[in-house]
């Protein structure tokens, strides 16, 4: 079964939790490397466009957008999240 957007979403929260936990200053998320860990990539029936989209609507005016592709929604968006999230 292909991931849903909140799949992305709860497994970019726990990268960002995790950056937290140890002290990062900022945690950067590849598309590419979240979509594996949530499974379903690289594959005929990915969902890179929804994971792509989970990290931008994660992304505050605090981050910055490090690499994207051309289109905007590609395995090499990488976006950095700085630490701590405002709550």
């Known amino acids: 079964m292909a991931p849903s957007i909140e799949e992305f979403r709860r497994a970019l929260a726990k990268l960002v939790e995790a950056g937290e936990e140890l002290g990062f ?3 950067d998320v ?7 860990r949530v499974g379903g990539y690289p594959g005929e029936d990915h969902r890179m466009p929804m994971c792509c ?23 090499s968006l990488t976006i950095r999240y700085r630490l701590p999230r405002r709550k």
């Open 53 to 75: 989209e989970a990290m931008r609507q994660a992304a505050t005016s605090d981050d910055v957008v490090v690499s994207e592709p051309p289109s905007g929604q590609g395995a």
């Open 25 to 27: 200053v900022a945690v």
């Open 30 to 36: 590849n598309a590419g490397n979240l979509h594996r």
